[in-house]
Nanobody, 126 residues
């Protein structure tokens, strides 16, 4: 089983930046895809960005494309999301997730992921 632990959340003003980290551990996680989801107040949990651990290819939700960048550090077993030009509507609990069979639209589906972190709060003030 993959274990995930997020960090880096906090309070930031609109237009500011934050970087979230997700430390991964487990025997086989390097064959997984990794992603960030978020769950905002009054909203469903939604896909933010994903990255293939081995190949490094990335995918983004339209709402964050051009503002957020997902990356991974293989040596540190850590996935990051750099969030720039933050907006109040980005306020949410952000979750790291890992899945073994991620392709096409499956990246966007919470049911396609096998492991989840505990979440980290991001609050963007206007």
């Amino acid at each position: 089983q993959v274990r995930l632990e997020e960090s880096g959340g906090g309070l930031v003003q609109a237009g500011g930046s934050l970087r979230l980290s997700c430390a991964a551990s487990g025997r086989t996680f390097r064959s997984y895809g990794m992603a960030w989801f978020r769950h905002g107040p009054g909203k469903e949990r939604e896909f933010v960005a994903g990255i293939d651990w081995l190949g490094g290819s990335t995918i983004y939700a339209d709402a964050v494309s051009g503002r957020f960048t997902i990356s991974r550090d293989i040596a540190k077993n850590t996935v990051y999301v750099q969030m720039n030009s933050l907006k109040p509507e980005d306020t949410a609990v952000y979750y790291c997730a890992a899945g073994r069979t991620l392709y096409g639209n499956r990246w966007y589906l919470t049911a396609a992921y096998d492991s989840w972190g505990q979440g980290t709060q991001v609050t963007v003030s206007s």
